[in-house]
């Protein structure tokens, strides 16, 4: 058995980090094109659009949980994870195509065969996303084994998320050309996943502990631990804030933008580029002013540039792209202060309960983030219905009153802006940071 050492080698960080080419197609895609998909290509009411894209979502509340307890109880050669980044991975990347490739042009279909990839993800993410907390004990490590997986997630996002778009184009717009993109995205899920499971073949697995008997106890466990619930239920609404900000990326540069061509993948360049050049400084942030103070800026340079975004009617486009560019830089230090102080909960429920079950708490949390990603566009859906957007099945966007266009700026900026700043409040009272967990961990020795 590995056990975790206190600085990674660069290939364990670097095979690890793949995976984010499997989490940030999965995440991104969909929210970026599933939404415009059913409502300007199969023609589907913007309300009962918004209904289909969370309900596949929503039943990850429940799967992945249950997921994370298998992968807590799984022994095998290649240790409890791995396994499941292989087998999960692959399936992701078949159902992944399967769902764009519209046999019959049905809002069910779309439905059913996004619940299926949304399963298979399940099995993939739980697993991939506890491994850090058995990878490393040391809290600074996490902080960097999360700045190489979040500036690999940026250029998940900028691939999948420029490129898809010009894929779809490419190959025509309308159904033939949203399957060859469903193809080029599963391809970047088959690289993603074997070079997730192969990179991480010589990666510390770590002290297997006993689990709680019961999935009701691991939960109430989860619950007792407020650090970790306090951070999870602030990620669970920021990622709704963000969703909805992506959900609206189309919209925005067909009806505000003027730019249905390359407005897409312009605001997606801009988006991920600056976030690429910024990881060294957050990393560096982390370092001077603790994970949380760090996370709470980020957010704050999140929201205040989306907010600037709903001047963009009297802005230049070249405005909105520079702002754009503000926006992910506050993304990728949200992203990586968030998912490095998870595993600091984690380790802080180890230390205090001697117990493994990091399978479910990243079960809750990536059922929590998944709901939330699911929830941005149906918050961006609710918008469109509300304000009178109008459908179409020519696989190009109806004109729009301006009423209508109202809607697709407040989703795409105010809104988001506003939840990404509420959801702070509730990360009041935090209180994990290495002193603590240095002095459990302590505890735990002279126990163990």
């Known amino acids: 058995m590995n056990h975790p050492s206190e600085s990674l080698p660069g290939r364990v960080r670097a095979g690890y980090a793949l995976g984010s080419l499997v989490t940030g197609a999965f995440g991104t ?90 399963t298979a993800y399940a099995f993939y993410q739980v697993p991939y996303v506890a491994m850090p907390a058995e990878m490393t004990d040391d809290y600074s490590e996490r902080t960097r084994l999360m700045t190489w997986r979040v500036a690999l997630l940026a250029v998940a996002i900028l691939v999948s998320g420029a490129l898809a778009p010009v894929v779809t184009k490419q190959f025509g717009d309308g159904i033939p050309g949203h399957r060859a993109m469903g193809v080029f995205v599963a391809a970047l899920i088959v690289v993603g996943t074997l070079g997730s499971f192969l990179g991480t073949r010589k990666a510390p697995t770590g002290k297997v502990l006993e689990s709680e008997a019961s999935l009701g106890a691991q939960l109430r466990t989860a619950r007792s631990n407020k650090a970790f619930t306090r951070l999870l239920i602030c990620f669970i609404i920021q990622a709704a804030g963000i969703a909805t900000m992506l959900a609206g990326v189309s919209y925005f540069a067909t009806q505000i933008l003027a730019d249905p061509d390359t407005g897409s993948t312009v605001l997606f360049a801009c988006f991920v580029g600056p976030a690429l050049l910024v990881m060294p400084l957050w990393s560096r942030a982390g370092a001077r002013i603790g994970k949380l103070r760090a996370y709470v800026l980020a957010s704050l340079i999140f ?146």
């Open 29 to 118: 895609v969909p929210g970026l094109l599933l939404l415009p998909y059913l409502t300007d290509t199969l023609g589907v009411a913007a309300g009962v659009a918004g209904l289909l894209v969370l309900a596949p979502k929503a039943w990850d509340v429940l799967i992945n949980p249950v997921a994370g307890r298998i992968s807590d109880r799984t022994r095998t050669r290649w240790g409890a994870r791995r396994p499941f980044l292989l087998g999960a991975g692959l399936a992701v990347a078949v159902l992944f195509a399967a769902i764009f490739a519209a046999p019959i042009k049905s809002g069910v279909y779309v439905a059913l065969t996004f619940l299926a990839t949304a």
């Open 303 to 448: 929201a205040g540039a989306a907010a600037l975004i709903g001047l963009a009617p009297v802005l230049p486009n070249a405005a909105v792209y520079v702002l754009t560019g503000l926006v992910g830089c506050g993304y990728a230090g949200q992203q990586v202060f968030g998912l490095a102080m998870l595993p600091d909960c984690i380790a802080f429920d180890a230390a205090r309960t001697g117990r493994r079950q990091a399978g479910v708490f990243t079960g809750l949390w990536t059922a929590g983030e998944t709901f939330g990603l699911a929830l941005g566009p149906g918050i961006f859906a609710l918008l469109l219905a509300g304000f009178g957007y109008v459908s179409s099945d020519s696989g190009t966007a109806a004109a729009q009153t301006d009423t209508a266009k109202l809607g697709v700026l407040l989703g795409f900026t105010v809104v988001p802006a506003v939840v990404v700043v509420l959801a702070l409040f509730t990360l009041r009272g935090y209180d994990l940071d290495e002193e603590r967990l240095s002095r459990e961990g302590e505890a735990l020795e002279r126990t163990a």
